[in-house]
Nanobody, 128 residues
Framework: QVQLVESGGGLRRTGDSLTLSCTAS????????MGWFLQAPGTGRVFVAA????????YYAPSAKGRFTISRDNAKNTVVLHLNSVRPEDAAVYYC?????????????????????WGQGTQVTVSS
């Protein structure tokens, strides 16, 4: 089992920056791939960014590419999503997710079905 706790959400103005953190605990010893998803009211969870267990590969949704940066510190079991130049459409609940190491992850990192563990979410609100 892996437990995930997100932090760092809040209210920002358009153009501001924001950093979200996710700390993992539990069965993380063999390495876990990590992802961030967002969910706006009335919609499903949408892929934002992902990073492989070693940090060697990162992936971004088109809307996040060039504005968001995902990184991890395995010594601290923490994954960070840095959001630059936020827009009103970035407003949502952001969820951290974890997937066990497996060889097909790089083909399915964008799918919610790939992830076995989820955090409780952190709210990001953007005012125009």
């Amino acid at each position: 089992q892996v437990q995930l706790v997100e932090s760092g959400g809040g209210l920002r103005r358009t153009g501001d920056s924001l950093t979200l953190s996710c700390t993992a605990s539990g069965s993380t010893g063999s390495g876990i791939h990590m992802g961030w998803f967002l969910q706006a009211p009335g919609t499903g969870r949408v892929f934002v960014a992902a990073i492989t267990w070693s940090g060697a590969r990162t992936y971004y949704a088109p809307s996040a590419k060039g504005r968001f940066t995902i990184s991890r510190d395995n010594a601290k079991n923490t994954v960070v999503l840095h959001l630059n130049s936020v827009r009103p459409e970035d407003a949502a609940v952001y969820y951290c997710a974890a997937a066990p190491r497996r060889s097909d992850y790089t083909g399915y990192y964008y799918s919610t079905a790939t992830y076995d563990y989820w955090g409780q979410g952190t709210q990001v609100t953007v005012s125009s």
